[in-house]
């Protein structure tokens, strides 16, 4: 027993994607505190300032590689706010399409690439599964990632079609999108989401789609895992070892989520320990106490981005939102949470604060939800009719937010425009939320309350427990800080 | 503990992320539809190290950068994607490498002097891009060029231990097989100085325009242009398409196994050359001095373009003029027998 903690700075934390550095006080073998440092400050806020309007849709992707099509629809949005343009339903379908597909690629890419690799670490040499493990989720050469690689690539080719390219395009514009679909390319479309149907439902889930997103409870994902053997899946691989580690049980959050809504297919709202409740943009502030930035707690719309690299009680360059005053969580979970899905449901009634277990089964069963979606946007498009409404002319002045959900959660642009330019631009981010710092009332942020009570063992330089549950959240430190 | 050592034979490649937005690694991931790591491999390109590829972190990825530094690991290449923060005030305090307690500045300092190639991996690590926008807030540079100017984070006369200057796959993102085939090229031994244009792109893909290939060629030709977003038309005129002057293959080969920039509907942003991201005026509007575009296409002297663009104006076919204003084929190509000689 040691009565003194001890301190230890882990980074660099690789498949996260950007920069993150956590620094752990351990006693006892458990994380007692946990401060979350974003090392890396780029100044898009301060970039956008006297920037002619559109030039956000330029810029505001070039934030983050991985959510660039969240960053350029946050921006659109933001515009649309002003310019109030007819969207023609065509517009909204390709848009959806657009933005789905990246949620969904990366929430595979997050899956196979960033967090899975973890679970074939000789450190679990010992276990029954570590065989297994090694076969399907080595980072080096894994078949997961081998084969599902591929997949998400040949998936990507929705991004050419229908953006250009990714990441970074110009397509999604605030009156919807610049490419039309023409009949040929409604059926390539088709064809690109059934390939990824089919490699979802032959590797990942070993089970179609559909069966995974019925599944209505923790008693059906028990009697779905044992319905056939380990290796029948990848999801279901990790939900055995899930439970041998007992993911359940680790990374406990604040308890309260919340999602702006996605789609017309998720709901938006807050859930708080059981709480449903609205969710209300105007309630959102941001504290600097911690960060390397000047200022006080101000709302988005009014608020500012001043590095101070010297500030004493800063501990990094991320702000720390809050809604009402309070810590919450965005992702997957969140947004399954407030939508109501029963397995979300069931798995917060059994832990308030997620785990996680949750946060990987949660963006697992988004990704079966969302690709039948995609099936029935493409269905939906009608080659001939428009898909963008013409520029509105003349908004030079006023105030906007476009929200969207990016794949690990809620992300808000706050836009000011004073003569045609951008007078003020306030970026709030998914890990931005989730990565927060201690606030003014020194309460920690949500991945920091997380982390408290995490085994760090004797002898872990970089303790892999904590590494499960920093990579549960699919931190996009790039968004963080912007 | 440090990962074991590589052969002796693969080409050793350490891939470090600056003040990037990771759009490259996120671009050169779907390289070939096969992904990056699979691509590599088949030139004998090892990845030592890859923020999004490796299993080592914190301590273990620590490792393997000073294995790299020290010299105790061949480093054949230095890939380095987004660009060097030099700010606030020479520190380099607005990215530090997490763990390490230095400036990444400080480890990209010493680690290119210890690598055989240095390679920037897109615009921002080449020539500042992004980050170094407007006022330039955090004194973000290119490792070799500062905008368009020689002198960044690694110093004008910089040389790698191979004789070469920083190669600069410039691009936002670039073609994941603008990567792939550089870094197989420079392991194959065949990258000579004359192979890279004077802004140090490799010439394989620098020396065509965005333009070449273009599938609105048709209402280039016309002058038939678009006039709002979603047209078919000719970006040039009105919606500020860059294409005829940004060096890049993009219209040649295909993004995301089917598209392009222009293709998508959207201007070319001539994201491949320094100081792209601060343009004289909003990136979606023609630049224009008296109805005439500032920007011409390259090698072409103004008097010819301005010519030219009237006659072939005037000579528009009425299926061309209408299509340039809609989003689908309003007149299809007339159909008639052919007729025989």
């Not at chain 1, 276990?127 to 591929?150: E, I, K, Q, V």
């Not at chain 1, 906007?400 to 306030?426: D, K």
């Amino acid at each position: 027993m040691t009565a003194t903690p001890t301190r230890l700075i882990v980074g660099p934390f690789n498949r996260v994607e950007g920069d993150l550095e956590v620094t752990l006080d351990i006693r006892d073998g458990a994380v007692t505190e946990a401060r979350v440092n974003a090392p890396l400050y780029r100044g898009f806020e301060q970039i956008l300032l006297g920037r002619p309007a559109a030039d956000s849709l330029v810029i505001a992707p070039r934030i983050c590689g991985i959510c660039s099509v969240s960053q350029s629809v946050a921006a659109a949005r933001a515009l649309a706010g002003l310019e109030r343009p007819d969207i023609p339903a065509n517009g909204t379908l390709a848009a959806n399409l657009i933005l789905a597909g990246e949620n969904a690629a990366d929430h595979l890419t997050h899956f196979m690439l960033f967090f899975a690799p973890d679970l074939a670490r000789e450190c679990y040499a010992a276990r029954p599964w570590f065989a297994a493990a090694r076969r399907r989720f080595a980072a080096s050469d894994g078949a997961c990632a081998g084969t599902l690689l591929p997949a998400r690539a040949r998936f990507l080719h929705l991004m050419g079609l229908l953006a250009g390219k990714w990441p970074h395009s110009l397509a999604l514009q605030p009156g919807g999108v610049t490419k039309a679909v023409d009949a040929g390319e409604k059926i390539r479309l088709l064809s690109i989401v059934a390939e990824f149907r089919e490699a979802l439902e032959t590797h990942l889930f070993a089970a179609p789609l559909e069966a995974i997103a019925a599944l209505e409870g923790t008693a059906a994902l028990e009697a779905w895992v044992e319905a056939a053997p380990p290796e029948q899946g990848d999801f279901r691989l990790f939900l055995h070892i899930a439970r041998d580690l007992g993911f359940a049980g680790l990374g406990h959050g604040p308890g309260r989520f919340v999602s702006s809504g996605s789609f017309g297919l998720f709901a938006p709202g807050v859930w708080s320990q059981g709480v449903p409740s609205d969710f209300d943009p105007a309630r959102i502030t941001e504290d600097h106490a911690h960060s390397w930035m000047e200022g006080g707690t101000l709302p988005p719309s009014a608020g500012q981005t001043r590095p101070a690299p010297d500030k004493p009680e800063g501990y990094t360059w991320c702000k720390a939102p809050r809604l009402d005053g309070q810590v919450a969580e965005v992702g997957a979970l969140a947004r399954q949470v407030v939508d109501g899905h029963p397995l979300a449901r069931a798995l917060i009634a059994a832990r308030p604060g997620g785990s996680v277990h949750d946060r990987v089964v949660a963006r697992l069963l988004e990704l079966a939800r969302l690709i039948p979606a995609m099936e029935r946007w493409v269905h939906a498009i009608r080659p001939g009719e428009p898909f963008c409404a013409p520029p509105a002319a003349g908004i030079a002045e006023g105030g906007s937010v476009g929200l969207v959900e990016a794949a690990r959660g809620t992300l808000g642009h706050w836009l000011t425009l004073q003569g045609g330019h951008i007078s003020n631009y306030q970026i709030v981010a998914p890990t931005t939320w989730n990565f927060s710092p201690r606030d003014a009332q020194g309460n920690p942020g949500a991945l920091e309350q997380a982390l408290a009570g995490t085994p760090a063992l004797p002898g872990e330089t970089t303790p892999v427990a904590v590494q499960h549950v920093v990579r549960s959240f699919d931190p996009c430190m790039v968004c963080t800080v912007h | 503990m440090a990962a074991s050592p590589p052969p002796s034979d693969t080409f050793n490649v350490l891939w470090l992320q600056a003040a990037s937005c990771g759009g490259c690694t996120m671009s050169a991931l779907a390289a070939d539809d096969t992904g990056l790591r699979r691509a590599l491999e088949r030139f004998g390109i090892r990845l030592l190290w890859h923020p999004s590829l490796s299993e080592e972190s914190g301590a273990e990825a620590l490792a393997v950068l000073e294995d790299c530094a020290a010299g105790r690991v061949r480093l054949d290449c230095l890939c380095v994607e987004g660009s060097v923060l030099l700010g606030p005030g020479g520190s380099g305090r607005f990215q530090m490498l997490s763990g390490s307690g230095k400036p990444m500045k400080d480890w990209i300092a010493r680690l290119a002097a210890r690598a055989r190639h240095v390679v920037a991996v897109g615009s921002c690590a080449a020539f500042g891009g992004m980050p170094a926008a407007g006022h330039n807030p955090t004194d973000a540079r290119g490792l070799h060029y500062s905008g368009w100017d020689l002198g960044g984070a690694l110093g004008k006369g910089f040389r790698s231990t191979s004789g070469l200057p920083v190669v600069n796959i410039a691009g936002c993102a670039p073609h994941p097989g603008w990567i792939v085939e550089t870094l197989a090229a420079l392991a194959l031994g065949g990258v000579s100085a004359e192979q890279l244009d004077a802004l140090g792109r490799p010439r394989a893909y620098a020396d065509h325009l965005a333009h070449h290939g273009c599938g609105r060629n048709e209402f280039y030709e016309f002058k038939a242009s678009a006039a709002r977003p979603s047209d078919r038309g000719c970006l040039m005129e009105n919606l500020g398409c860059r294409a005829t002057q940004a060096p890049g293959d993009c219209n040649i080969r295909r993004w995301n196994g089917y598209g392009s920039c222009t293709d998508g509907g959207y201007a070319c942003i001539n994201c491949t050359s320094p100081a792209f991201e601060t343009p004289s005026g909003p990136f979606q509007e023609t630049a224009k001095v008296a109805g005439i575009p500032v920007g011409l296409p390259v090698d072409m002297p103004k008097a010819w373009f301005v010519a030219l663009a009237a006659l072939s104006k005037s000579a528009t076919p009425q299926r061309v003029r209408a299509n340039a204003h809609a989003d689908h084929v309003i007149v299809p190509p007339a159909r008639r027998p052919q007729k025989l000689p």
